[in-house]
């Protein structure tokens, strides 16, 4: 798909960001501001966005060190306060005014932050399949994936390489695969495909993971969120999204059956959650829920 306006962003230390933006500056409905994974880029969201678009503006952006974006001169360009003033540098450019949230595993991680940072800058957060705290075991996974290269020959050896990469996920088919992989590796001078996201990421995200997302979490209670959470995520467990019901008895919460981390927003769980969240923010949703 295409039907979006691509934008160059300058974000801290010159990085330039790449931005897509979605649907009309000047539609009714509230605006999303849609933060991908940690590996991911803003290409996840491109079948969420024409999905919303013809009723609110989508932006969505690759971080720094992701796809189209610029990679960042040093590793410590990637530390977390860094990404945070991106997206701050983003919705300030382009004038997105107080957006609803998404944000999908390190997005959401960002969303929360944001409700710390720049409260007034938000209306709504949807956390998917992230909560303040990833248990020890899947977060050493995780930054043992990151940290490292996936080579490949061939596309069908990338989209092979997906369940190894995202164990959890829960994707099976091979067109799934596939489409993921596009999204996943980019070819290289070498010949050869390499991931789309620069390994340095993961150093100054080391050094980050032990630090208490709780309080993050609790500047949340304002607003209306909803909690995506696949049901065989290994990320937000049941014992977490528990505490995080005690901590906010108001959380709307959706799972996604056959989905691990993180849901793709493309199954019925998550179109219906989503669509009736944002239908109590700002009115009924007039368009089809299918894709």
Same mark, same amino acid.
């Given at each position: ?72 001169g040093r590793a410590s ?10 997206? =701050?540098? +983003? &919705?300030? #450019?382009?004038? *997105? ?9 390190? %997005? @959401? ?59 959890? =996920?829960? +994707? &099976?088919? #091979?067109?799934? *695969? ?5 999204t996943t590796f980019v070819? %290289? @001078? ?33 607003f209306q969120v909803l ?65």
């Amino acid at each position: 798909m295409s039907g979006y306006r691509p934008w160059r962003i300058t974000g801290r230390d010159s990085v330039r960001l790449a931005v897509r933006d979605y649907g009309d500056p000047l539609a009714e409905g509230a605006p999303m501001l849609c933060l991908s994974g940690l590996t991911r880029t803003a290409a996840d969201f491109d079948a969420f966005a024409h999905h919303h678009a013809a009723h609110r503006r989508v932006v969505a952006f690759d971080y720094r060190g992701h796809g189209n974006s610029e990679r960042a001169g040093r590793a410590s360009g990637y530390a977390p306060e860094n990404l945070l003033d991106d997206v =701050l540098q +983003v &919705t300030a #450019a382009l004038n *997105l005014d107080r957006p609803v949230v998404l944000g999908t595993s390190l %997005g @959401g991680s960002l969303a929360m932050a944001l409700a710390v940072a720049a409260p007034t800058r938000i209306r709504a957060t949807i956390l998917n399949d992230i909560g303040p705290e990833i248990p020890n075991a899947t977060m050493g996974r995780i930054l043992d994936i990151v940290g490292r290269d996936h080579p490949q020959d061939t596309w069908a050896q990338a989209a092979e390489a997906i369940p190894r990469i995202y164990p959890n =996920l829960g +994707v &099976t088919d #091979a067109d799934t *695969l596939m489409a993921i992989a596009k999204t996943t590796f980019v070819a %290289g @001078g070498d010949g050869r495909l390499h991931v789309n996201w620069d390994p340095r990421i993961v150093q100054p995200l080391r050094r980050a993971a032990s630090r208490d997302m709780w309080p993050l979490f609790g500047a949340l209670r304002p607003f209306q969120v909803l909690a995506l959470r696949g049901r065989q995520s290994d990320v937000l467990t049941p014992p977490i999204l528990a505490r995080m019901q005690a901590d906010k008895p108001d959380l709307a919460v959706a799972e996604v059956a056959g989905r691990g981390h993180a849901p793709l927003l493309d199954e019925p769980e998550s179109k219906a959650a989503i669509d009736d969240f944002l239908t109590r923010l700002d009115g009924p949703v007039h368009h089809s829920s299918r894709l």
